[in-house]
């Protein structure tokens, strides 16, 4: 049974940074590709970041250039760091591994 358990969200001022973290209960992690979605009110869940097993990325068009997905193999973790936050960056954002999600953390972009 996968466990994802995120951290790090917040509210946060237009401009400013936040680093979102994903800990991942899951033998081989090294091996599974994972990614970062979100999901705003009244909208659909969008990838927004992935990360395959060899450390390879890609981000969607609307944070390009802003976050920066990243995992530590050794302490079975993945991080989203977003900076030049703006409100429509506003969302509860997941971590995904496979078929697993996890319950999502809050991120709030606004003065």
């Known amino acids: 049974q996968v466990q994802l358990v995120e951290s790090g969200g917040g509210l946060v001022q237009p401009g400013g940074s936040l680093r979102l973290s994903c800990a991942a209960s899951v033998n081989f992690f090294r091996f599974y590709n994972m990614a970062w979605a979100r999901q705003a009110p009244g909208k659909q869940r969008e990838v927004v970041a992935t990360?395959?097993?060899?450390?390879?990325?890609s981000c969607a068009d609307s944070v390009k250039g802003r976050f920066t997905i990243s995992r530590d193999n050794a302490k079975k973790e993945m991080y989203l760091q977003m900076d030049s936050l703006k409100p429509e960056d506003t969302a509860v954002y997941y971590c995904n591994l496979e078929t697993s999600w996890g319950q999502g953390t809050q991120v709030t972009v606004s003065s």
């Open positions: 990360i395959a097993s060899g450390g390879s990325t």
